[in-house]
């Protein structure tokens, strides 16, 4: 039977009179005892450590027997026997609501013994949950911590370690990682093109690089469209790399093609290289760009170096 029902059987309910749950209501708002009992048995409780549980013994403890007790006076106060057409008064709804208040209040306070204890205390938990009248809310969550904390030491050894979160694959990593180091090999060779003459090993070495970088760039720019935002800002790396130094009022297509990247650098949060020069239109463009020939004699990779002299040698 649902608590509506019995509360309809207990009580007559008219515009004069207040129903048995919002006198049972009105009796839990004077909290001033329940708060100081709080704070006793929250102190206690908190001193009290948690029991190293054993097997349920053969008898049930008498806080076991409490609990289950307190259950079946729940029942009673919300079932069948507790009909009838008189109007209890409010010290008879009060004593029978604290006989059951008082054993929750015994649940957060007392170590459980036993599983058998754990169990009651789960099995008074549950029947005070939404379904019954009038118990301390203050009891009920105090109760509900310590079941919760009982229960957790029951098999602490089950704890796992923390475990890495699988990693997300992102879109074209492979091409990232070869468009990053082959610009790094770009900025280190422009102090040798600004430096040496055409027609050299080291000239021509550094050429391959920077043609290198950018046909890396043109090759992710001619991919088919992104499905994940790593790809999207890949794309817009790809086309910064492309399109410095290269803005021009004049020119619309460029001028869109900065302005386009730009936004969706902006948008998928993709930071710009190191050594990156602007895209020709910053005010301190021009300054970056002669600090970046201007450094140190430059480094050259060995691939670029053997591919130079391989191709001097077949032209000679």
Request: glycine share 6%; proline share 8%.
């Amino acid at each position: 039977m649902s608590l509506r029902t019995s509360l309809k059987n207990l009580i007559r309910r008219d515009a004069e009179h207040p129903s048995l749950r919002e006198r049972a209501a009105d009796l839990r708002g004077d909290l001033s005892g329940q708060t100081r009992r709080a704070i006793v048995a929250g102190s206690v409780a908190a001193a009290v450590p948690l029991p190293t549980l054993a097997a349920p013994a053969p008898d049930p403890s008498d806080l076991a027997r409490a609990c289950d007790a307190a259950v079946a006076h729940l029942a009673w106060i919300n079932g069948a026997t507790a009909r009838c057409e008189e109007h209890w008064p409010d010290d008879r709804l009060h004593q029978e609501l604290d006989t059951a208040d008082g054993v929750l209040w015994r649940v957060a306070d007392e170590p459980s013994r036993d599983l058998n204890d754990v169990a009651a205390k789960a099995r008074l938990i549950h029947a005070s949950d939404g379904e019954m009248l009038g118990l301390s809310d203050l009891a009920g969550d105090r109760a509900t911590a310590t079941l919760l904390r009982e229960v957790i030491a029951l098999a602490p050894w089950r704890s796992l370690p923390p475990q890495q979160m699988p990693a997300v694959p992102v879109e074209r990593a492979e091409y990232r990682a070869r468009l990053l180091t082959s610009y790094k090999e770009d900025r280190a060779s422009r102090p040798v093109t600004s430096r040496l003459p055409g027609w050299t090993v080291k000239h021509e070495a550094a050429m391959l690089v920077q043609q290198r970088c950018w046909a890396i760039a043109r090759e992710i720019v001619d991919l088919p469209p992104p499905k994940t935002a790593d790809g999207l800002a890949l794309a817009a790396l790809a086309s910064a790399i492309l399109v410095e130094a290269d803005f021009t009022s004049n020119d619309p297509t460029v001028t869109a093609a900065v302005g386009l990247t730009r936004a969706v650098l902006a948008f998928t949060g993709e930071p710009l290289p190191p050594g990156f020069a602007g895209f020709g239109d910053e005010p301190d463009h021009r300054e970056r760009d002669e600090a970046l020939h201007a450094g140190p004699d430059g480094h050259l990779p060995a691939w670029a170096m053997a591919q130079a002299q391989a191709e001097m040698d077949e032209d000679a």
